[in-house]
T-cell receptor
Framework: QKEVEQNSGPLSVPEGAIASLNCTYS??????FFWYRQYSGKSPELIMF????GDKEDGRFTAQLNKASQYVSLLIRDSQPSDSATYLC????????????FGIGTKLQVIP | NAGVTQTPKFRILKIGQSMTLQCTQD?????MYWYRQDPGMGLKLIYY???????DKGEVPNGYNVSRSTTEDFPLRLELAAPSQTSVYFC????????????FGPGTRLTVT
């Protein structure tokens, strides 16, 4: 059973602060990692993907991957109230061609 | 582009009834997926398709069936609905497969009572 673990939160940060969201996964052979954002009552939308060890930056978002530790994180700089949502970590299974395992998501609250 | 559309948005079924959840995409994507999302649980893959005429089981296929006769459409069939199938169902599509971005539809909220 391939697992993706996230703290469900809520994680509360003040506006303008850095939000740090974390995820661990069990499938050591995984090669593709994703962060989706899901607003309440809406569908998930991709905000970041990362394939290589290290950091990947896109605007205010930075994804970090450490395959040795089986750990993925998402940093949101200058957090805004509009960033308040649930962030889903997702990992492509190594043995299942089209199978992605999602975490339960971390709920982020940005306090104005 | 409408993207991925799903119908209906909401549905209440009685135990034992059947229904089809519709999913259509207008992006000419070969890869399509059905997920369910329960409170406090991650998205679970039900079925997926890599092209017209080709489907395969995901993590939680029991109680469901799919077909893929066209590139655009990927309906999900529930036979003999059970309370355990109460969930939010999302359809998704991708141009290059699950290693890349998936585009999700708005979801169908299903209640079985």
């Amino acid at each position: 059973q391939k697992e993706v673990e996230q703290n469900s939160g809520p994680l509360s940060v003040p506006e303008g602060a850095i939000a740090s969201l974390n995820c661990t996964y069990s499938d050591r052979g995984s090669q593709s990692f994703f962060w989706y954002r899901q607003y309440s009552g809406k569908s998930p939308e991709l905000i970041m993907f990362i394939y290589s060890n290290g950091d990947k930056e896109d605007g205010r978002f930075t994804a970090q991957l450490n395959k040795a530790s089986q750990y993925v994180s998402l940093l949101i700089r200058d957090s805004q109230p509009s960033d308040s949502a649930t962030y889903l970590c997702a990992v492509l299974n190594s043995g299942g061609y089209q199978k992605v395992t999602f975490g339960i998501g971390t709920k982020l609250q940005v306090i104005p | 582009n409408a993207g991925v559309t799903q119908t209906p948005k909401f549905r209440i079924l009685k135990i034992g009834q059947s229904m089809t959840l519709q999913c259509t995409q207008d992006m000419n994507h070969n890869y399509m997926y059905w997920y369910r999302q329960d409170p406090g649980m991650g998205l679970k893959l039900i079925y997926y398709s890599v092209g017209a005429g080709i489907t395969d089981k995901g993590e939680v296929p029991n109680g469901y069936n799919v077909s893929r006769s066209t590139t655009e459409d990927f309906p999900l069939r529930l036979e003999l609905a059970a309370p355990s199938q109460t969930s939010v169902y999302f359809c998704a599509s991708s141009s290059r497969g699950a290693a890349y971005e998936q585009y999700f539809g708005p979801g169908t909220r299903l209640t079985v009572t």
